[in-house]
């Protein structure tokens, strides 16, 4: 039996493998997807709604709600957030 990882927490885990930064950042694209769509739902706004409020395509709104799609940049999430009346908030932990 290895034991290479008794004691060790999951974090650790990833980090040892070099995935923590990649699962951070799925994990954290999957939760602002996920409060994204919430937020249209809650509003009733159709997705070519949000996507004219944010004065871009629905395809760009599409990758915005795709979860595994890491790729967004600030401009976009801030777009999202003010289309909503919300306020992006991105703080360094």
């Known amino acids: 039996m290895n034991k290479k990882h008794l004691g060790s927490n999951f974090d650790d885990f990833l980090r040892e493998d070099g995935l923590l930064d990649d699962v951070t950042a799925t994990a954290t694209k999957r939760v602002i997807a996920y409060q994204i769509e919430k937020e249209m ?5 159709t997705k070519a709604e949000m996507a004219s409020r944010m004065k871009t395509s629905r395809a760009a709104l599409e990758r915005l ?3 595994d ?3 967004v940049t600030l401009a976009t999430l ?5 289309a909503l009346g919300k306020k992006l ?3 360094l932990a």
């Open 41 to 45: 739902k809650r509003r009733q706004l």
């Open 65 to 67: 709600l795709d979860p």
């Open 69 to 71: 799609n890491t790729s």
């Open 89 to 91: 908030r991105v703080e």
């Open 78 to 82: 801030e777009h999202a957030a003010s």
